[in-house]
């Protein structure tokens, strides 16, 4: 029966792709025939008597239909029913099927022309037809067949149990046998020094799908058990055929929509291709421009790239607007349905990583700064180690890695301390108060030797000092010094803190500000002791004695005392 469907539907298929070469005549709108209701189908056990296309008074042909069945049915139980007891008595305008006292049915004159007989005729051909149907019924119904059935049925089991455990046994035997490949027939997959796919894991991948082999024959024996063994009884012969339809309609539909929905695969394949080599060549395009053997004017080279990429998404998403209508269901009401959904689902919930896509677009054009620059964002510090369009990466020098998203970094001030490092030079500035005993240009002389004698400050340009400031205890000098090596920052600043200190000793100029007070008393200087000489003493205050009327008075020097 399937086979019988499978064909009738390439015939229609075919015959619906030739119907618009073939002339038709025109049909009337209202056709007498097409108001006639459907044929109804007289049914015992499931299967087909005959057929009524008339109606009598208010019965359509599936009512008549549906109550002959039951009387069909209901005598069908009946174990002392005869055969001969089935016959045709006629009257003046009708002529009954009976069977003893039950009338089965009434067969007119409407139904006699409907079938192009006489109206005897046609009561004794469905005469004949009943009794055939009755006695198929009580040989199946028969204890001989339903033993016979039964054996069957057992005989059917042995086997799937048989075949089950044949599989079983089967399974591990081929198990140790794909085992015993390993490092012989079954080896890593390789590209050059690249492991693909490691030969433990083609191990497991042929060990799961024999597994699954083996799962899906279980099944189709069982789906091919289950039906026979209901075969084998009348009572559930019925379902047998149900069952085989359940697979194999959708098997059918399945197969005539892919028929059908061929020349749409061709035309999805050809947009397929032609996108594939649009983007092979846009790829090779923007490479060439990355390589600067295409220049463009004002198309700096590290926007390849990212133009490359949101390239490529354009032309996907076009050649998907173009494939959409190809599609299978696309024009259906749920597939629309769907869309819309997932459409506005998008929508809500991904608003800010739309906006932070949309900020990753816009810093790549800013070229705000690049993969490897040292930047502060915020109140961040560090090398940008990762760049996309959803999140910005930092690493401090701490070894820290910081995702910062993209709109963030977009509202943020960005200070980059690498773009201009190697063709001006960074310069790197701190600041040091000292008092106003100090001469200045002494101060200026030795923080440009703390600069010079630090590492990775530029020569040339020198350093320079700026006197930012003339506050109430102590003058601010700015040291600035240049540097090509922005991501040694903090090492730098740190060595030249360090020379500071040691200049200003060795000069014996005291670092006593900010916020450095002290009343002398006789105490030593500040100066680091490894900077003062081996016969330093602490010098005393001076204080003058006057006496007699001369005035002439005797200076004395008291450690340790208060001035007067």
């Given amino acids: 029966m399937a086979k019988n469907n499978l064909a009738l539907a390439l015939m229609f298929l075919i015959l619906a792709t030739c119907a618009p070469a073939i002339a038709q005549p025109p049909v009337s709108p209202a056709t007498p025939a097409a108001a006639k209701p459907p044929i109804g189908q007289v049914m015992l056990d499931g299967k087909p008597v005959f057929s009524i296309r008339e109606k009598v008074l208010s019965f359509t042909p599936a009512d008549r239909a549906r109550a002959i069945s039951g009387r069909l049915a209901k005598l069908a139980k009946d174990p002392l029913l005869s055969i001969d007891s089935f016959t045709a008595v006629d009257s003046e305008t009708t002529t009954d099927i009976v069977a003893g006292d039950t009338v089965i049915m009434t067969v007119t004159d409407s139904d006699a022309k409907a079938e192009g007989k006489r109206r005897r005729e046609l009561a004794d051909e469905l005469v004949l037809k009943i009794r055939t149907a009755i006695k198929s019924h009580s040989t199946e119904y028969s204890m001989n067949s339903l033993l016979l059935g039964g054996l069957y049925a057992f005989a059917a089991t042995v086997a799937l149990i048989l075949l089950i455990v044949l599989l079983n046994r089967f399974l591990p035997k081929l198990v140790a046998k794909i085992e015993s490949w390993r490092g012989g027939r079954i080896r890593s997959i390789r590209f050059q020094s690249i492991e693909i796919l490691h030969e433990d894991r083609i191990v497991a991948l042929f060990i799961g799908g024999a597994k699954w082999v083996r799962l899906l024959v279980i099944l189709g024996l069982l789906y091919l058990y289950i039906p026979l063994v209901f075969s084998f009884f009348p009572w559930t012969r019925g379902y047998a055929a149900k069952i085989f339809e359940y697979v194999l309609t959708p098997i059918e539909k399945v197969g005539h929509a892919i028929l059908t929905y061929l020349p749409n695969v061709f035309f999805i394949a050809v947009i397929l291709v032609f996108t594939h080599f649009v983007i092979k060549f846009t790829r090779f395009f923007f490479t060439e421009v990355e390589n600067r053997t295409i220049t463009l004017p004002g198309f700096y080279q590290d926007w390849a790239e990212p133009t490359f990429k949101i390239v490529r998404f354009m032309i996907i998403a076009f050649a998907a607007v173009v494939a959409f209508p190809y599609l299978p269901g696309s024009d259906s009401p749920a597939f629309k349905g ?196 081996s016969e330093y003493v602490p010098s005393a205050f001076r204080i003058l004695q006057t006496g007699g009327n001369e005035g002439s008075g005797v200076k004395r020097d008291l450690p340790g005392s208060n001035e007067q």
């Fill in 338 to 533: 769907i869309s819309v959904f997932l459409g506005v689902l998008l929508s809500l919930g991904s608003t800010s990583a739309v906006a932070n896509v949309v900020a990753g677009v816009i810093l790549t054009y800013m070229r705000a700064f690049t993969l490897g620059d040292r930047v502060k964002i915020a109140e961040t510090v560090g090398d940008v180690v990762e760049k996309t369009l959803l999140v910005t990466r930092i690493r401090t020098i701490k070894n820290v890695d910081i995702t910062i998203p993209n709109s963030m970094v977009l509202g943020s001030h960005i200070t980059n301390y690498s773009s201009s490092a190697q063709s001006y030079g960074l310069i790197l500035h701190t600041s040091v108060t000292i008092g106003y005993d100090a001469p200045w240009r002494t101060v200026h002389e030795l923080l440009i030797g703390a600069a010079k004698a630090t590492e990775h400050i530029l020569e040339l340009p020198e350093p320079f000092v700026f006197q930012t400031s003339l506050d109430d205890f102590y003058v601010t000098y700015e040291l600035n010094a240049y540097t090509d090596k922005p991501l040694k920052m903090a090492a730098i600043y740190s060595e030249l803190h360090q020379h500071i200190q040691d200049k200003f000793n060795e000069a014996g100029v005291e670092i006593m500000s900010p916020h450095y007070s002290q009343i002398r008393d006789g105490n030593s200087t500040t100066t680091p002791e490894a900077y003062l000489p």
